[in-house]
């Protein structure tokens, strides 16, 4: 089915929407388990839950993080807002960060090349679903290290859906054998690191990203999705010891460069000469 102008345009507006929501995901969802897990450790303590202002994706509207002034609907526009304020806070001039726009923009070009690829269909919303996942993921494993069970598990099991109902390229052999498999590497992986160094080498949040990539786009991308991701790792490694960006005993976090592998992928498939 072709898709008019008016149509790829409510596509791009809809990307645009969902990566205003990817924004708030990334802001708060590490805080939401934060506060879970204090109230998890005062719990077993014995001690007696502390009285907070609720928290979640809907509380409390979205505010400027500088001056907390609640933001006007006129001032949440995706996208258009953040170009009028020319990327400041009308209140109390605060610059905003660039990355609000950027997620916004990723988004929505994921969300038309779903389209594009795949035009109107279930499969062309699935794999916006897993783009937009792996957006918020790449962004929140940068910020705190976390890769949280909240997207990693469903992204797993979705893939896992998706290839069952056909919305994606791969049987549901290749899906379960490449969640499988994806896992178990940077399980085995890691389990090495730690016995020859005595320390981890990285989070039990890769394992399950990978396993969710390997769900997505099959076993037989595992290789060039592992290949990518750890030169792009160590391109990045190298820039961010340049910058002094690293975090405490020089840790990288892996999340975002299999993230990128995994968009890599579903646009322009595996390296050439390593599909499986």
Not at 70 to 79: G, K, Q, S, Y
Not at 125 to 141: K, S
Request: charged share 10%.
């Amino acid at each position: 089915m072709p898709i008019d102008f008016f149509s790829w345009t409510l596509i791009a507006l809809f990307g645009l929407v969902v990566g205003s929501f990817l924004n708030v995901v990334i802001h708060r969802l590490p805080r939401m388990l934060e506060a879970q897990w204090a109230a998890e450790a005062r719990e077993q303590a014995g001690l007696e839950a502390a009285a907070e202002a609720p928290y979640n994706l809907a509380l409390p509207r979205s505010h400027c993080p500088h001056c907390q002034t609640p933001l006007r609907w006129w001032d949440n526009i995706p996208a258009l807002s953040y170009l009028w304020l020319r990327g400041r806070c009308r209140q109390c001039q605060a610059p905003i960060g660039w990355r609000y726009l950027a997620v916004e923009l990723l988004t929505s070009a994921l969300f038309v090349w779903s389209f594009a690829a795949n035009g109107v269909s279930a499969s062309a919303m699935a794999w916006a679903g897993f783009a937009a996942a792996l957006v918020a993921l790449a962004a929140i494993d940068a910020d705190t290290t976390l890769l949280p069970d909240a997207i990693t598990q469903p992204l797993v099991w979705s893939g896992l859906l998706a290839a069952s109902l056909q919305w994606s390229a791969q049987s549901l052999s290749q899906a379960l054998w490449g969640a499988v498999a994806g896992y178990l590497f940077l399980w085995t992986v890691y389990w090495l690191f730690k016995l020859l160094t005595g320390k981890d080498g990285m989070g039990q949040g890769d394992f399950k990203l990978l396993a969710a990539l390997g769900a997505w786009l099959g076993w037989p991308s595992l290789v060039s999705l592992v290949l990518i991701a750890s030169l792009t790792g160590v391109a990045g490694g190298l820039l961010m010891r340049a910058r002094g960006q690293l975090y405490e005993d020089g840790y990288i976090p892996f999340g975002p460069f299999l993230a990128f592998a995994g968009l890599w992928v579903m646009v322009w498939g595996p390296l050439p000469g390593l599909q499986l």
